[in-house]
């Protein structure tokens, strides 16, 4: 269902991610430390999305190296993680057998891995997603799809991701992209960047190490940015139904502007010179 020509692309982007993911993980310490002495990824705002997660089947898809999968088995679901990249799912791996935190990753492109699973696996409760997960996905009305037809009867689809907004903005705060480009690729040569670095205790918390510095990707990636309209009209469009759309004001773990303003609670606000936009969406949607 996907083309050869999107294949390509989702190819590159699990060349870049592998020597991103790399990066990445020399900032964040001791990671099996930080999960052995009880620690958790999760934001406040993916745990109130998320709700009660006990006893519940829960697909994380573009998983990363499965920090956050870890933390909602240890909310005790059942977790199964998807991410394109080597490096991630191999890391993600050896977290959960050294932590002890039991979950199940694959590596996997998220439509095939779908398309499998639909035609032989168990229908689960919630499938997640978040955080610069949706302008990774080249089709959008495929996605919602597949997500659809796996999930159980009063399933949920979770997502939270940054606002489509930011799009329209440089790093410095300038206006420079429409909206949305509806899906179409957008090439950036510079590659999936070291946004952990850029970060610091945004997402590293207090096991922020220097780790490697000055990391420039050498393996080009591809975006497909969407609206916000977009995404909700494909998920009706499958027929489920929208039970929360947030909108937030502060971006979790990520600097995205040169000039954003820290919080005490790992968030990152708007610089000064701009008027409050949103930053973040949430949204639980229920089949």
Known sequence: MISPQLRALHEDNRISWNAATIAHNSHKGDQIRFFQEGGDTLF????????ELTGKRVLHLQCNCGQDTLSLARRGATVTGVDISDQAVDFARNLSVRTGIPAEFHRADLYDWLI????AGEPFDIVYSSYGALQYLSSL??????????????????LID?????????????????YT????????QCGV???????????????????IQNFANPYPQHVFHWGLGELTEALLD??????????YPHGNGHR??????????????????LPPIPMMFGLRARR
């Open 44 to 51: 406040p705002e993916d745990v109130e999305l998320l709700g």
């Open 256 to 273: 995205y502007f040169d000039d954003s303003t820290p919080t005490r609670s790992r968030q990152f606000l708007p610089p000064s010179d």
């Open 238 to 247: 499958q027929g489920l139904s929208i039970e929360v759309l947030r909108e």
């Open 181 to 188: 480009a509806s899906g179409r690729p957008s090439t950036q």
């Open 141 to 158: 009305q495929l996605w919602t799809r597949l997500i659809t037809d796996i999930l159980r009867p009063g399933g949920s689809v979770i």
């Open 116 to 119: 499998t699973h639909r035609e």
């Open 193 to 211: 960047s070291d946004y952990v670095q850029q970060a610091g205790v945004g997402l590293a918390e207090d096991r922020y190490e220097a780790g």
């Open 162 to 178: 940054f606002h489509p907004v930011l799009h329209m903005f440089d790093s410095r705060g300038k206006l420079q992209n429409p």
